[in-house]
């Protein structure tokens, strides 16, 4: 009866193997991410593992007392269907680890399925003749497994627990008072931030079905950069980058309200709230400052911001984190495991639309958040220096083209989501017209990174057209977009040398001190500058 016990236990964790890795993997990076831990994917994992364990013991138990052989038979052989759930979720869990698509890759995917179809032949030859060798062999495997369960349980706990602790003390930092506005200085900067935007696509080589006329506008009257790069690939290091003025070449999350960004040399490594930056700077110098973001839990990390919003996923493993109670969380995940095995049947389309829905659903949750703190910030006359950092044309497509309206549908595409950006931007200079805040304001607007297809190609939400357009260019093109209007700028130069955007923030505070304000005087600061590499972060060079 023990042993009906370990082995149900054993086979209900590792069923769901797959979820466990997920809310896991949530928890060791995606507390960053969030508005707050989910906790309720946790405690459903937990509460369906000994659900599941309670129902196939007490399954095994009635089975003990049939005699019947044809029940006895049915029984062996749910058991053996059951076990695929398990070996499914284990192979695609090895799927992801890089040893094992190399072990793949020796051998060929023909071999896998050879082996797969001869160990099924067995076990059904072994049921046919009503013996129970595989029986025997996976119950001895599941035993032998089991102390996973102590394990997976014993991180569950101890999650659960170092949250609880540490959540509280992830507050966000207090905002700075505001300063007096200075009367006789009149300089405002809004930084605009489009995420992924493309400078090929959206200038170079754009689409004829796309229409970016505010782009085009904006770069008739600014000083538009034509080989700008910028520091990083990923949001993650390239808008603390950005903001520092420090290239870092990768990040980690550290915790709920810390990154670690591994700078240039990847031995140094430095937490990002105690770096200073280009908000702490304009702050010396008399400025207030605002910010309005996505991804980086900016509020938590950043000080000397006298104005903060960040949308933050406040999801994860389902998607729906916050949303569902623990009993509904239940249900998702049990509701997972089957489309995660059984791939290409109908149920699996459905199920991927769904889960396209539900990220285009969020993604445009946050760029409507982040809009609307911005619509405020840009018209805020206190304000010296606005960060703005939209979550497009990032993909997942939010909006139809063609027909000009947000919508959730697959074919939606990063296209649409360039369309959506120059849209935003026509609305922020709208809101900026009215409030006579336009001609004067220094605008800068470009992005942390280009369009990176090879990331999201074979994603969920990759889709046919994207394809096509990524085989019609050719090479990756590392450029990103860089349009600085000035003051009262009416007309366009062009500037054609090559620069990591990583300056901006000195650019930023050169603009802010008064030092440039004619585009001459920008493109002779930019050549000055341009070659100046920033491994290193020194507080004196930007005093
Ligand atoms: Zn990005």
């Given at each position: 009866m023990f042993k009906d016990f370990i082995v149900a236990l054993s086979l209900a964790n590792l069923t769901f193997i797959t979820i466990w890795e997920e809310v896991f993997i949530d928890f060791y990076e995606g507390t960053y991410f969030v508005?707050?831990?989910d906790y309720n994917s946790l405690k459903a994992v937990m509460f369906n593992v000994l659900l599941l364990t309670l129902i196939l013991w007490g399954a095994m138990r009635l089975l003990r007392k049939s005699t019947s052989p044809v029940v006895q038979l049915a029984a062996r052989a749910l058991f053996l269907l059951l076990l695929i759930i398990p070996l499914s979720g284990a192979a695609s869990l090895l799927y992801s680890k890089f040893w094992a698509i190399s072990l793949l890759n020796l051998f060929g995917k023909g071999c896998l399925v050879a082996l797969g179809v001869t160990l099924g032949a067995l076990a059904l030859y072994d049921l046919a003749c009503a013996r129970r060798y595989t029986i025997r062999v996976a119950t001895v495997v599941l035993v032998l497994l089991s102390p996973f369960v102590v394990i997976q349980f014993g991180k569950a706990a101890w999650f659960w627990y170092e949250h609880t602790e540490t959540v509280a003390l992830a507050k966000d930092k207090p905002l700075a008072p505001t300063l007096p506005t200075k009367d006789n200085v009149k300089l405002r900067i809004v930084w605009v931030v489009f995420d992924e935007l493309d400078y090929r696509l959206a200038f170079i080589k754009r689409p004829s079905s796309l229409r970016l006329p505010e782009f085009d506008r904006l770069r008739a009257q600014s000083i538009d950069a034509s080989q700008a790069f910028s520091p990083g690939d990923f949001t993650l290091y390239s808008m603390p980058s950005l903001i520092t003025g420090v290239v870092a070449k990768a990040a980690s999350a550290h915790s709920r309200d810390e990154l670690l960004l591994f700078l240039r040399d990847k031995e140094k490594t430095v937490r990002w709230s105690t770096l200073p930056n280009v908000f702490t700077f304009a702050r010396k110098a008399g400025f207030n400052t605002g910010l309005a973001g996505w991804f980086h839990p900016y509020c938590r990390i950043i000080?000397?911001?006298?104005a903060c919003s960040t949308q933050l996923r406040h999801w994860s493993a389902n998607g729906l984190n916050g949303r569902l109670t623990v009993v509904e969380t239940m249900l998702e995940q049990a509701s997972e495991l089957l489309p995660r095995t059984v791939p290409f049947v109908d149920q699996q389309i459905e199920y991927k639309n769904h889960k396209i829905r539900l990220e285009k659903q969020r993604h445009l949750e946050l760029h409507l958040g982040v809009a609307n703190a911005a619509q405020e910030l840009i018209v805020?006359?206190?304000?010296g220096l606005v960060l703005i950092h939209y979550p497009v044309p990032h993909p997942p497509g939010i909006y139809d083209r063609r027909q000009d309206k947000f919508t959730f549908e697959p074919a939606a595409n990063y296209l649409d989501n360039l369309q959506l950006a120059d849209r935003t931007l026509g609305k922020l200079r709208h809101v900026m017209e009215e409030a006579k805040l336009w001609d004067d304001t220094i605008v800068l607007v470009t992005t942390?990174?280009?369009?990176?297809a090879e990331f999201f190609?074979?994603?969920?939400?990759?889709t046919p057209e994207e394809e096509d357009l990524v085989s019609h260019i050719s090479a990756p093109d590392r450029r990103v977009p860089y349009l600085l209007k000035l003051a009262g700028q009416k007309q366009l130069y062009s500037y054609r040398q090559e620069f990591n955007t990583v300056i901006t923030q000195e650019l930023l505070l050169a603009l802010l001190r008064g030092e440039l304000t004619h585009p001459e005087s920008v493109v002779r600061w930019l050549d000055q500058h341009r070659a100046t590499t920033h491994d290193n972060f020194s507080t004196e060079r930007l005093q």
């Open positions: 508005d707050f831990p000080r000397d911001l006298t805020d006359r206190s304000l942390d990174h280009p369009w990176r190609r074979g994603k969920l939400h990759w």
